[in-house]
């Protein structure tokens, strides 16, 4: 009977912040989440739960310095608290969309990455129940504009993602990578 759910709402200020709410079973109860700390406007994007007292959303923030950044938070079914998230070196902007946990020392997130020079790159972190580390995943040969946009870990060294991959023209084609505990590989996925 319990769900969680999370994503974002604008406050009385006009402010973009983060939401988290709770099924108990006969409603959906809102929960606080912590605001991070400079953050012009936050979202979380998507949630892994082990168990009702056990959850991991991410997502992402725009910081003090106007850079978005990514962003994770845990709920110990008591209160929601944000953890320290890297972002990729030389990243000019980059968030997470979507994580699968399948232990409290075992979550793997995904999303997306701007390098300096304006092109979108997959982005992967995982989480080792100490802290977050970004994760070398490959970009699929010729592709500009890159994403993952969901995941899903059967342990904690299986797991795929989807998302979508743009060449120079601008046309989406689908993208699916693997991991294997060590390294990210891209997939062939038919058109």
Not at 86 to 98: E, H, I, M, N, R
């Amino acid at each position: 009977k319990d769900c969680e759910a999370v994503g974002d709402f604008y406050d009385a200020s006009g402010t973009t912040v983060t939401l988290a709410e709770r099924w108990t079973g006969g409603d959906w109860v809102i929960q606080a989440t912590p605001a991070v700390a400079g953050a012009s406007s936050s979202q979380l994007t998507g949630v892994s739960c082990l168990s009702a007292n056990a959850c991991t959303a991410v997502g992402y923030d725009t910081d003090s310095a106007g850079v978005i950044v990514p962003l994770a938070e845990t709920w110990n079914g008591t209160g929601w608290a944000i953890q320290s998230v890297p972002a990729p070196a030389g990243s000019s902007a980059s968030g997470l969309l979507a994580v699968s946990c399948t232990s409290a020392s075992a979550c793997v997130a995904v999303g997306d990455n701007t390098n300096p020079v304006g092109q979108s790159l997959p982005l992967a972190e995982r989480w080792n129940g100490t802290a977050w580390s970004v994760l070398s995943v490959p970009n699929p040969k010729g592709a500009e504009q890159t994403g993952l946009f969901a995941v899903s870990c059967a342990t904690a060294t299986a797991c795929a993602a989807t998302g979508s991959a743009a060449g120079s023209d601008g046309t989406p084609a689908p993208l699916a990578e693997t991991w294997n505990g060590t390294a990210w590989k891209v997939t062939a996925t038919p058109l």
